[in-house]
């Protein structure tokens, strides 16, 4: 069974940083993007940053500049480093990744980690 243990959220001052991390485990497939999306109270999920199996990121105009995603394929984990946090960065944040096993292509999602910018 797949598992995705994300860590590394808190509470923060605004324009410090955090560092979250997400451990894949369960998987005999191979795991194609890694991502990290957010939910603020009140708001839709939103995609902040991906990356793929060949290293290739996407960004959300938000978060451009001050965000880094990061992937350690041997250990299956992905990381999202975040600078210069503001508080409109305080939400949920969940992993993503979408793995390939037998020619079909799964989501999984993590439990979330919440992120807290004071002001």
């Known amino acids: 069974q797949v598992q995705l243990v994300e860590s590394g959220g808190g509470l923060v001052q605004s324009g410090g940083s955090l560092r979250l991390s997400c451990s894949t485990s369960?998987?005999?497939?191979?795991?194609?993007?890694m991502a990290w999306y957010r939910q603020a109270p009140g708001s839709q999920r939103e995609l902040v940053a991906l990356?793929?199996?060949?290293?290739?990121?996407n960004y959300a105009d938000s978060v451009k500049g001050r965000f880094t995603i990061s992937r350690d394929n041997p250990k299956n984990t992905v990381y999202l480093q975040m600078n210069t946090l503001k508080p409109e960065d305080t939400a949920i944040y969940y992993c993503?990744?979408?793995?390939?096993?037998?020619?079909?292509?799964?989501?999984?999602w993590g439990q979330g980690t919440q992120v807290t910018v004071s002001s």
């Open positions: 990356i793929t199996s060949g290293g290739t990121t």
């Open positions: 993503n990744v979408d793995i390939v096993r037998l020619g079909r292509r799964r989501s999984y």
């Open positions: 369960g998987s005999s497939g191979s795991i194609a993007v």
